[in-house]
T-cell receptor
Framework: DTEVTQTPKHLVMGMTNKKSLKCEQH?????MYWYKQKAKKPPELMFV???????INESVPSRFSPECPNSSLLNLHLHALQPEDSALYLC??????????????FGDGTRLSIL | GQQLNQSPQSMFIQEGEDVSMNCTSS?????WLWYKQDPGEGPVLLIA?????ELTSNGRLTAQFGITRKDSFLNISASIPSDVGIYFC????????????FGTGTRLQVTL
């Protein structure tokens, strides 16, 4: 069982809807990440939070809005998405963001479909 | 973004056979990671490598951190049907902490 929990597992939404993806970890990790993964492709980094502050935004469109309420939780707010945004959205966490050798641990993702 | 060159792209092998896959980069990495992803699930960390030349095992899996710091190898011995999935290598660079670079993936299929 993964130690990074993502909800919901599946989400279908229309282009005018507003929804949120949630991620939780209780490993005491201080870095959390959002990735987007298309079928048969590797995950692509979207956002990095380090000590609850946004440290990296990989030029993600503003219709994706991340939020880190505390060190265990990470949200991704979705609004006015496009069909090409349909993908698997993965959350990950790692122990110590200031060092470049900490492996990231992934959740099972949210499968998002935009109608 | 940058992706690592991973080969082979896919493999179709018989149960009991050994499997080898590798990952190469034009850049130096501080850490090499190997993940496995099953359908409908997230990547699961298999092995982490921290030093050039390091050879690390996890059950039937063995991975090596290349001497040049630009490559890594994963071997699976005596494959079984549950080894089916996509294997990704990933590298962490020295100076851009947190920006994991993934390989293109190796899809492994095992027949009885």
């Amino acid at each position: 069982d993964t130690e990074v929990t993502q909800t919901p597992k599946h989400l279908v939404m229309g282009m005018t809807n507003k929804k949120s993806l949630k991620c939780e970890q209780h490993m005491g990790h201080r870095a959390m990440y959002w990735y987007k993964q298309k079928a048969k492709k590797p995950p692509e980094l979207m956002f990095v939070y380090s000590y609850e502050k946004l440290s990296i935004n990989e030029s993600v469109p503003s219709r994706f809005s991340p939020e880190c309420p505390n060190s265990s939780l990470l949200n991704l707010h979705l609004h006015a998405l496009q069909p090409e945004d349909s993908a698997l959205y993965l959350c990950a966490s790692s122990q110590e963001p200031s060092y470049s050798n900490q492996p990231q641990h992934f959740g099972d993702g949210t499968r998002l479909s935009i109608l | 973004g940058q992706q690592l060159n991973q080969s082979p792209q896919s493999m179709f092998i018989q149960e009991g056979e050994d499997v080898s896959m590798n990952c190469t980069s034009s850049s130096i990495f501080n850490t090499w990671l190997w993940y496995k992803q099953d359908p409908g699930e997230g990547p699961v960390l298999l092995i982490a490598l921290y030093k050039a030349g390091e050879l690390t095992s996890n059950g039937r899996l063995t991975a090596q951190f290349g001497i040049t710091r630009k490559d890594s190898f994963l071997n699976i011995s005596a494959s079984i049907p549950s080894d089916v999935g996509i294997y990704f290598c990933a590298g962490l660079p020295y100076f851009t902490a947190s920006k994991l670079t993934f390989g293109t993936g190796t899809r492994l299929q095992v027949t009885l």
